[in-house]
Every structure is written in structure tokens, then in C-alpha cells.
């Protein structure tokens, strides 16, 4: 490798450690600022954008089964059980065929 790929994995490396301290003290900022309820929710926020976004664009069937996993989410707070309830449910209306053709 010539000198000029060595200087480019050096800047990287300092780039993507750059980032991580950066970020260590923004979040030690906002922990000691009036908005530190905001750290609070991230996690879930960033789960219900990662789901929202994998939504946009599938079929009803998707949609469906999504509900059937929100639902069982809302009454039993089970993550794991959320997960096999909804494969199941997408399995189940899957199967029916006809029916989501039609939505689809």
C-alpha cells in the first residue's frame, strides 16, 4: 500500500474517533441541560422510526400482521412474544391467499 491509503486509514480512524468523543460530550451536555428527558425516549423512538420506516411501501398483508404485533405488544409488553405473535399472524394471513391478493 502506498503512503497515500496509509494517511487515508489514519483519517478515518481519527474521523470515526473524533465522532465517538464528540458524542460522549454532547450527551454529557445534555444530561446536565433542561433536556435531558430526551435521552430517556431515544430508544424507543429510534424503534418506532426503524419500524415506520420498514413499513413504507409493503403490502397490506404487512400492515396487517403489524397491527396484530401492535396489539399484542400494547396488552402483554413482551418483546419476544410480539415478535412470534406477528410472524405467526403474517404466516396465518399469508396462507389465506385470496383474500390479500385482492388488497395487495
Known amino acids: 500500500m502506498t503512503l497515500s491509503h496509509w494517511?487515508?486509514?489514519?483519517?478515518?480512524?481519527?474521523?470515526?474517533?473524533s465522532i465517538r468523543v464528540?458524542?460522549?460530550?454532547?450527551?454529557?451536555?445534555?444530561?446536565?441541560?433542561?433536556f435531558a428527558w430526551v435521552l430517556d425516549d431515544v430508544p424507543g423512538l429510534l424503534v418506532v422510526a426503524l419500524v415506520a420506516s420498514s413499513l413504507a411501501g409493503q403490502s397490506a398483508l404487512t400492515w396487517a400482521a403489524a397491527a396484530?404485533?401492535?396489539g399484542v405488544a400494547y396488552v402483554t409488553n413482551h418483546v419476544i412474544l410480539t415478535m412470534c405473535v406477528g410472524g405467526l399472524a403474517y404466516a396465518g394471513l399469508a396462507s389465506a391467499g385470496p383474500i390479500w391478493a385482492v388488497l395487495h
Not at 494517511?7 to 474517533?17: D, R
Open 7 to 17: 494517511m487515508l486509514i489514519l483519517l478515518l480512524a481519527i474521523a470515526a474517533f
Open 22 to 34: 464528540l458524542g460522549l460530550f454532547a450527551g454529557d451536555a445534555i444530561r446536565a441541560s433542561r
Open 68 to 70: 396484530v404485533a401492535l
